[in-house]
Structures are given as C-alpha cells and as structure tokens.
C-alpha cells in the first residue's frame, strides 16, 4: 500500500503542544479559494518550476519531469508528491521522537486532506500509535464517515476545520456543500474525540460566519479549543510555480478581524485562540 | 593616550626587554605595583561599587613584546609558511583564566594578602618560594594600598556607599551581599589591568554569593544585581565577560537556588550586550530556569549559552581530573571549560581541518600559493577509506606541528608572564611556592587544540565519496584540478554539490559518520597529549571568528564552497546545509561525543522568530535543549533571528542601536558589523524563516 506525500516538516510547533512533525499527504476534495497549499489539492504528483530560483543553466534539457528535476542543481524544479510505504512514512516522521518525548510533541497528519487517503493513513496513524507517539490527524471533514471511524482509536487530537456554517457560503468558499463535514464533526464529538476547531478568517468570504459558528459550538461536547487563523495572501508563488490558477483572495486578513473573531467566539464560552495561516 | 598614561606605559615598557636573566616575576610585580601607585582614579556617576582607572591596555603591550623578544629566540621557521597560510596556528595565550573565586569572595583581597603569610612561614628557606612570596605579598599590599585610595577617591566624590566598601575591603573580607559584589568587581579590576591576565568569567555567581544574599535586606536586591549587571557592562570586556548560573556539587544535587532566578532577572532587565552568561544545566535544574533563559533569548538576549552540565564534567574526568575539581568546572570566554584549580590555556592552538582536507587532494601543496605546507603524497587512493586515512594524517601532521609551535611558547612562559594577583587566589600556587605562569604552579596546567571546520572538511569528503567513489563521476585528480580553479566553468556540479548532495547537519547517518570518525581520531590524538607545562592538550571544535580569516586562506572545496569562503562555524551545519531544520541538526551534532571535547563543542542553532512564538514555541524550544543534552550535546547557543528587523537594522542602523547578535563566541551589536557580516545574518534568518 503506498500514499502520496507532498512534504514533512519537522520542528513545527502551531498544531498543538509540543514539538511535532507534520505530513502534508497530498490531494483534497475541497477547492478552497484561499488554499495556502497549493501542491497538496491534487492527488497528481506535480512538478513545479520556480522562475525567481532559476538559472538558465540548462541541466533540465527544457524538460519538465521527474529526471529533469532531479538535475536541477538548484531545485527550481521541484516534485511535490512523493510516494511511501506507510512503515517508510513513519520511520521518516519519527526521527524526531526523542523531541517528541520532551515535549509532549508528535505526528500531526494533515494535507490536503490526509483522510482522503483512508487505508494509508489507518495504517499509519495505527502503526505510529503502536509506537506510543501522539497522533494528531488535521481534517477537513468532508470524508466518508466510515474513514473518521476506522481511524478514531489511534487519533489523540482531531485539528478539525470549519469555515462556514451557511451551505451557501460553504460551498462559495470550497466549492462543496457542508452537510457532510457538520454531520461529521457532531459524530467525532459525540464519539467523544478530543477536537481543536479551526476557523480560516478570510475577509469578503467567511467573516460573517463566525457567530452562526459560536453558536453551532458553545454546547458541543469535546470542543477543547476554538483557533481563528489569520489568513495571508502568501502562496502565490507557489501557484504560478504549478501553473495552477491563482484562486487567493488579494488582502490579507487584519490582526483586528482576527482578535474581533477570538472575541466573540470567547463570548460563546468557547477556548478561542489567535493562529496564522502562515503557520 | 594621556600624558600620564603614556608615562605609565614607558615605565611598563622599560620592564620588557628580555636578556636571558631578567626575573620575569620581579618585573611584573614591578610594573603591577607601579602602576597601582601611580594610575588615575575617577568615579563615574554611574557607577555604584567601582571607581575607574586609566591602565587598559599597559599590560597587554608589555605582553605582546615579550612575546617578539621570546618569539625571536625560539621561533622556527620550519612552521612559518604553514602558520601563515593558516593550515593550523600555535602560539602563547594568558587571556583564558578564573579566580578561584571560592577564595577571592570568602577571604577577600585583605584576606588573600593574610593568606600568603601562612604559605610563607611553610615555605621553609627555599629561596625561589620565599622570592615568590615576597614579591605576590608586595603585589597585595599595594593593591589593599589602591582599595583605600579608591575608598578615599569615592568619599571625595560624596560616594558613601561605595566608599564604606572599599574602605572595609581595605581592612577586611566582604561581609555584605554590596561588598561581595564589590569584591567581585575590585578583583576583576586588580587582575584584568594590573595583573595584565586576562579574567573570562566572574564565576558561578548564585553560588558564590548566596551566603550574602541570604542575611542581605531582599528588598533591595533586584536594584543591586540591576546595578551590578549595569557596571560589569561598562567595563566592555573584550569578546564579554561571562559569568555562570547552576551546576552542581560533588554529590550531584543542582545548585539552582533563589539568587540563581534573580540574578537571570537582572541580566535580562539590564539588557546589556558584553556580558554573557552560562547556563550550566543538569538532569536536576529546575525546568522554570532554563525556560527563562530560553525566554530571554526569544527576546533578543542571544548572549546566553546553555551547557551540559554532566557531559562538561564527564569530559574533565576523562582527562584525568579529580571528581571534586571536575564538578567545580569554571567555563572561560566562550566554552572552555576547566576543573577548579586549572589554568587553562583555551585558545592558543588551532587546526583548519578544511585546509588539511586540500593537503590530502594536492600532495600537501596550498592550493592558493602553491607552497608546500603539508605532507607529500603520490594522490592515488584506491578506496575511499585510503583517502580518509590520508586525510586524518594530515590532520595529524598538522595538528602535531601546531602543538610544537605552541610548545615553543609554553615552555618559555618564564621568561614571557608573571601573574602574582591571580597567583594568589590558586591554594596550588601557593603550596607550590610558585607563579601560575613563570613556574606552572597550578593543579592542572592544560593547553588546548580547536579544530576548525568541521562541516566544510565533512561535507566535502561526503562529496569526495560520492562523485569520486561512489559514482565515479570524476577521478581525485580532475576534482583536485577543479578544485584549483575554483570551480571555474563547473557551476552545474557546484551548484548539484552545494544544494543536493547528502550534508552534515541533516541528520544523515552516513555523512555524520565522517565527523565522528574525524572528532574521534582527533581526540584520540590530542587529549592526553603532554604539553611543556607538565599539562595535557584537550580538543575543542569551536571555531568563532577565526572561521573568516581561515577560510579566506583556504582553497575551494569539495563542497561546493568558492576559495575563500567563511569555513562552517563551531560544531554546526555549513551555511544553508542544516536543509532538515533544527531537530535533524541537533541530531547530527549530538553523534560527536562530547565527553571527547573538554575545550568546548558548541552548535548555533539559529530559529526564526516565528518558529518559536507563544508559550508552545517557548516549550519547543526546551525540548530540543533538553533532547540534545539527554543524548549528549556539550552546548548550545540560540540565534533567533527576525529577517525583516535585521533588513531594516541594516539600512537604517541608527533605528537599532540596541540590536544583538552572537558574532561567534560573543555578542556584538548588529550595527558593528561589517556588510559583508551583517548579509550573512540577514542569509542565515531567511534560511531559518524557510525551515520555520
């Protein structure tokens, strides 16, 4: 069985306490206009070409491709999407353990939409789990509920993503209605999981959701923290790097939409914090 | 220089010249005594313990001449071409000491000047230990001489505070919390200027002074240490001057106590930059400490380092010193460390190990002048493994010649530097009856070797291996021709080398393997080696500034580096090498063995301001200190570095005056830097912003 990975950081330390490492498995069903990681939407290994890096050098032969990219001396060609055996992704995401056991750190799976690779990622967010490191999986929700079942006992933390709570609005912003997702999240809650809520702030799109939000959450069990992630307008580079249309919304979240947010989510009695898309 | 200054100096001068028979000892006691007589005295409005005085840099010139009258007798110049093309460097060094500051803060000057009677009527007739006694006795009597002219210096100035000290401390050990710290600053004076030895830390200050503290009015603590902190500043000591917080005792328990918290807090308050502090950190320290220290770091105060306290200790007992001393370890400068009751001799020897890796490629010719500096070979090496073992010859061959270079000063050290202040702090000196310099009196008389370039001289056997060996890309030959023309037309297969081959610093086994094997033979070599003061060498891997001028003298190399290039820095990753972030860096690091180090062993960990936000960032960063000391790092000094601050402290330099950087073994303000410095750190936090 093998997955499509489109990269690992290691030493990241905004998905929850501790140190962590974080896969970003690749491909999503979502299509968000604010995407911030462009190279994780498709399920297609791609090969990205940074103009700006570029030194006209001519190792690539003019080719776009795999061998051309492994002779980029300079990787302005760059693959995103790198397959593993799910043993071979954990022996990579858990160089870090000793780092982990200090900090109460981990493996955080996220995308893309890691859950969109259902049997990969069971299989290793239960051999991490038998390794006895935390597993943290970041999702979207919009994945059959089958897969939130099969991967519940091995998942310490659900980082769970909810944009919009109007289908309408829902489906503007990602192209897909959010029945599924709100179904989902009140199955993870009552399953009792351990769920951190994730709400991208992207003024002109969202802002206007975030009381219906507070609302859909103030009562629901297993809600430990509320993270309204200021949105920046960082990756365009990497569009253009895809030749995939740049879909991002053109200013950045203010610092103040992001704390009135934090606010009134806080007035629903929620633990809401201030985060960065950037992270 | 003032009139009266430029008379001290001559009288200084007039002491130097070295015939053969002049009594080094008497000389400098001489020159000591006279310029206590003689210097001006003044009394900052600022200061609160200390006055000032004008002799800064008398003791340094009479040095540096006895130097090139001992240098003109002893100099061989078998060593020269290879010292100048700066394959390695041996030369004298009295700059890397401590007080046995136990003594100097329980006794006091008063008390050290009482002391050396006891040792004097022990002496027996012996006539060069009566002569030693006699002459550091008439050192401390005019020292106790200027205590009181400073006293009297102060009450003129209306200074009563200071002036009660001084006038007690003429007459008597501290007895306050204000007169040991007062104590601490005198002393500091007495040696640093008058003595002309070079002091590089102030001790384990929450140790020393705790018995203080505790009888001391707590109330008007904080302000004190505030004050304190303040005055150490304005003495801008040379490279800092360092003082240490926690360790601990011969049974094993942390000596983090109240005063360790506070004396953190006025540091990070008084937000100065020359001086410097260890953390010295055991399994046992209190985790609240070191996340205050982290803390400040977050905050710009990036002149904290943070030590193993275990690994520093095992590494002295591994060089023979008795458990007791091992566990009282001072740490001088930057991060060499010394047992109690060791003078060490930190700096004075250094070997470029980028530049013994060109010897192994050209048959020992500098690739630069084409000089013959190293040793000769045939250049052909079947395996990989014969070229390393040509490789570690040279490194050998290198490192022996720069022992003999140092050796030639060491073992003139009686013709070249008396010390009778700090003589008399050092219970061996005074059992021995002898100077710590002129008769190499102390309990330990250890010198050192750094090696310098670890990651540049790893990187490029780990390209070697590969284009040569591995994929026979290319034969050694034609490397080595590239190599001379600095890569010139070869940009594709730099630029391949440089971003895409394996590197030290990425937690890649195989390519940290290469250093170990390097740092295991080198410590092999140098621990243990007996030096000409009835010491041993001890190996170091920190390389501070010198990276600079060694790498400007040191050829392309095989990993993609140009001629000329800075070398990498102290234990870390190249420049731009460390591509898996800090954790697989620190993993690399961690594979050399630190006990094997005893001079020290430091990685940089630069960490951009955004990877270490919040309280979670904060607790990021404990783990990877915690993680790196649980598998057996020696030291650990944090950068972290905000591009855009650094951007616009760069072009508008008068908006941050207060900015900090760690240079190397020190701190500096980023606008002293040159361009050419203040690019790289712009660089290194733009990496460290990628990997963020």
Known sequence: MKGLVSGIKRMEIHDGDGLRTTVFFKGCPLKCVWCHNPESISFEKQIAYFREKCRHCGACREKRDENAAARCPVNALTVYGREYEPEELVNEVTQDEPFFRAGGGGVTLSGGECLAQPDFAVEVARLLHEKDVSVYVDTCGFVPRRTLERILPFTDRFLYDIKAVDPAVHKACTGQDNALILDNLRFLSDAGADIEIRVPLVVGFNEKEIPAIGALLKDMPGITKVKVLRYHNLAASRYEALEMENTLPPSDTAAEDVERAVFALADCGLNAVNGTMAD | MTERQQKLMDFALQH??????????????????????????????????????????????????????????????????????????????????????????????????????????????????????????????????????????????????????????????????????????????????????????????????????????????????????????RFHADANMPFALGGTNADGNDLVNKLSYLLLDAYRKAGTHCTKLHLLISKNTPRNIVENGLAAVREGNNSIVFMDDATVITSLENLGEDHADAVNYHVVGCYECGGAGEVTCSC?????????????????????????????????????????????????????????????????????????????????????????????????????????????????????????????????????????????????????????????????????????????????????????????????????????????????????????????????????????????????????????????????????????????????????????????????????????????????????????????????????????????????????????
């Not at chain 2, 006055?51 to 110049?77: F, G, H, M, N, S």
């Not at chain 2, 990651?455 to 390209?463: C, F, G, I, R, Y």
């Not at chain 2, 800075?566 to 420049?575: H, L, R, W």
């Open chain 2, 348 to 692: 004075s020897t250094r070997v470029n190990l980028p530049k013994a890796l060109e010897m192994a490629l050209t048959g020992g010719r500098d690739l630069l002048t084409g000089k013959q500096i190293g040793l000769a070979n045939d250049g052909v090496f079947e395996t990989f493994d014969d070229f390393f073992r040509e490789y570690l010859r040279q490194v050998e061959n290198a490192c022996g010649n720069a022992m003999i270079c140092t050796d030639l000063c060491e073992e003139n050290y009686g013709k070249m530097h008396a010390a009778p202040i700090l003589s008399a702090t050092y219970v061996s000196a005074l059992e021995h009856g002898g100077d710590l310099y002129c008769d190499y009196s102390a309990k330990y008389n250890n010198s050192s070797v750094n090696a310098l370039g670890l990651a540049t001289a790893t990187d490029s056997l780990a390209a070697i291996r590969k284009l040569v060996y591995e994929d026979r890309t290319l034969t050694l030959a034609e490397l080595t021709g590239i190599l001379r023309n600095n890569w010139e037309g070869q940009e594709i297969l730099r630029l391949t080398v440089k971003n895409k081959f394996p590197k030290y610093g990425t937690g890649d086994k195989a390519v940290d393997a290469i250093a170990v094997k390097t740092v295991d033979h080198l410590a092999a070599f140098v621990n243990g080696h007996p030096n000409k003061k009835g010491g041993v060498y001890r190996l170091g891997l920190f390389s501070i500034d010198w990276r600079w001028k060694f790498g400007e003298m040191t050829g392309a190399s095989a990993d993609g580096r140009l001629a000329g290039e800075t070398i990498s820095q102290n234990t870390g990753a190249s420049f731009g090498a460390d591509r898996n972030g800090p954790t697989a860096h620190l993993l690399s690091v961690a594979s050399l063995d630190g006990t094997r180090t005893p001079n020290g062993a430091i990685v940089d960990l630069d960490l951009h301001a955004s990877a270490v936000r919040g309280e979670n960032g904060l607790r990021a960063m404990t783990a990877t200190l915690m993680t790196f000391f649980a598998l057996g790092g020696f030291c650990v000094h944090y950068n972290v570095l905000d591009t855009e601050t650094l951007k616009k402290a760069k072009s508008d330099p008068d908006a941050y005056p207060n900015l900090q950087v760690r240079l190397c073994g020190w701190n500096v303000l980023f606008s002293s830097l040159s361009e050419k410095e203040k690019d790289e750190f712009i660089a290194r936090s733009e990496a460290a912003g990628r990997s963020a």
């Open chain 2, 16 to 233: 130097v010249p070295f015939d053969g028979e002049r009594d080094v000892l008497k000389a400098d006691c001489d020159i000591a005594i006279h310029l206590l007589e003689n210097c001006e005295i003044t009394v900052p409005a600022a200061n609160r313990f200390m006055v000032r005085v004008d002799v800064r840099t008398i003791c340094d010139e009479v040095q540096k001449e006895r130097y090139y009258a001992v240098k003109k007798l002893v100099w061989d110049p078998a060593y020269a071409d290879a010292m100048e093309a700066k394959l390695y460097f041996g030369t004298y060094d009295f700059g890397h000491t401590s007080a046995c500051w136990e003594d100097v803060i329980s006794l006091g000057i008063f008390g050290l000047r009482q002391r050396i009677e006891s040792y004097r009527e022990k002496a027996g007739n012996d006539p060069a230990k009566l002569r030693f006694f006699r002459e550091i006795a008439r050192v401390y009597d005019a020292a106790l001489r200027f205590t009181k002219r400073a006293a009297d210096a102060a009450r003129k100035a209306g200074r009563d505070e200071m002036a009660d000290g001084l006038s007690h401390l003429a007459c008597g050990a501290p007895t306050s919390l204000y007169e040991a710290l007062q104590t601490v600053i005198l002393y500091y004076v007495l040696q640093q200027y008058f003595d002309g030895t070079r002091l590089r830390t102030l001790g384990r200050l929450d140790t020393l002074l705790y018995p203080f503290y505790e009888k001391a009015d707590k109330d008007g603590v904080p302000v004190m240490l505030l004050d304190f902190m303040h005055e150490i500043d």
